[in-house]
């Protein structure tokens, strides 16, 4: 199934843009998904997807993007997941948690491709559910990435190649959060 969407999307007439592009002044771009998923069986301590359980997952993910100038983007990115699970002998789980994160990218230069400087905040929940279940965890903090792109053709297709490097700084976890 993986193989045939990523065919499909190949078949796409979109102008390939990386990461270090900026949107034109005063142009949105908006990108929503939702992903939902669920399981009967849970993998076991021996490594087999024998374990029952009732599983079901949902989340919502939308990126925002808004050029305030040619060469300035300011984007917001959020994503809400909620999340049932029961195990026989556990107790079942029911858990809602949302991540946010905010910020700007700089377009430094164009020319040989685009190299642009992204300064954001972000907030999240856990990744555990069971921690996030209880409210036990958490956690924000702020990064500053360099971004290269560079755009190409190939077989009469657009493509781009994507160089990114970051540091995450300042992240405060809320006790329990379990990495």
């Not at 992903?35 to 993910?61: E, H, M, T, Y």
């Not at 305030?68 to 990115?77: A, E, G, S, Y």
């Not at 036990?136 to 053709?153: D, K, M, P, T, V």
């Amino acid at each position: 199934m993986k193989r045939i969407f990523t065919a499909l999307l190949l078949l796409l007439p979109l102008d390939a843009r990386a990461g270090a592009w900026t949107r034109p002044a005063h142009d949105w771009q908006v990108i929503t998904g939702i992903q939902l998923s669920d399981a009967s069986r849970s993998f076991g301590s021996d490594s087999r997807a024998d374990v029952p359980i009732k599983f079901s997952k949902a989340a919502l993910q939308s990126w925002t993007e808004y050029g305030l100038f040619d060469n300035l983007t300011l984007f917001l990115n959020n994503e809400t997941v909620a999340v049932r699970s029961a195990q026989t002998g556990l107790a079942p789980v029911t858990a809602i948690d949302s991540a946010f994160e905010g910020g700007a990218r700089l377009r430094l230069i164009k020319d040989f491709g685009i190299l642009s400087l992204q300064g954001s905040f972000r907030t999240a929940g856990a990744f555990n559910f069971s921690v996030s279940a209880n409210s036990n965890a958490g956690g924000q903090g702020e990064e500053i990435r360099l971004l290269y792109g560079a755009g190409f053709e190939l077989l009469g297709r657009d493509g781009f190649f994507d160089l990114e490097a970051g540091e995450l700084h300042s992240c405060r976890y809320h006790p329990g959060l379990l990495r």
